[in-house]
Nanobody
Framework: VQLQACGGGLVQAGGSLRLSCAASGTIFRIHAMGWYRQAPGKQRELVAAITSAGSTNYADSAKGRFTISRDNAKNTVYLQMNSLKPEDTAVYFC?????????????WGQGTLVTVSS
C-alpha cells in the first residue's frame, strides 16, 4: 500500500492548511488512518487518527483546532488545521493500518512539511 501526502506549506500563525493523503495499491482494506508529525529534534507523535467507522482520536495539542476526516471510497484522509501556531511546525506523515490479502500492514507516506511563521 502506497500513501501520497500533500498540502503542506508555509503559513502565518493563525492561518489554516489542509493536508490530504491518498492510499493506493491492490486488494487492501484500511481500518485506520492517521496523521503524525515530527519536529526537529523531537520524536514522531500522533496528531489525529480516524477509523473506518469514523471514530476519531486527537492529541491534546490538536483538539479544537484540527479536524481529521476520511473518504473511505477514495481511501483518502484529510487533516484540516486551523489557528496554526509556530509550535505546529513539523513534517507531517500520514499512516494507514489495515489488511491486504489477509495480512496486516502499516504504511507511511513520505511526509509533508508544515511551517508556521510567527
Amino acid at each position: 500500500v502506497q500513501l501520497q501526502a500533500c498540502g503542506g506549506g508555509l503559513v502565518q500563525a493563525g492561518g489554516s492548511l489542509r493536508l490530504s493523503c491518498a492510499a493506493s495499491g491492490t486488494i487492501f482494506r484500511i481500518h485506520a488512518m492517521g496523521w503524525y508529525r515530527q519536529a526537529p529534534g523531537k520524536q514522531r507523535e500522533l496528531v489525529a487518527a480516524i477509523t473506518s467507522a469514523g471514530s476519531t482520536n486527537y492529541a491534546d495539542s490538536a483538539k479544537g483546532r484540527f479536524t481529521i476526516s476520511r473518504d473511505n471510497a477514495k481511501n483518502t484522509v484529510y487533516l484540516q488545521m486551523n489557528s496554526l501556531k509556530p509550535e505546529d511546525t513539523a513534517v507531517y506523515f500520514c499512516n494507514a493500518q489495515g489488511t491486504v490479502v489477509g495480512s496486516a500492514f502499516s504504511s507511511w507516506g513520505q511526509g509533508t512539511l508544515v511551517t508556521v511563521s510567527s
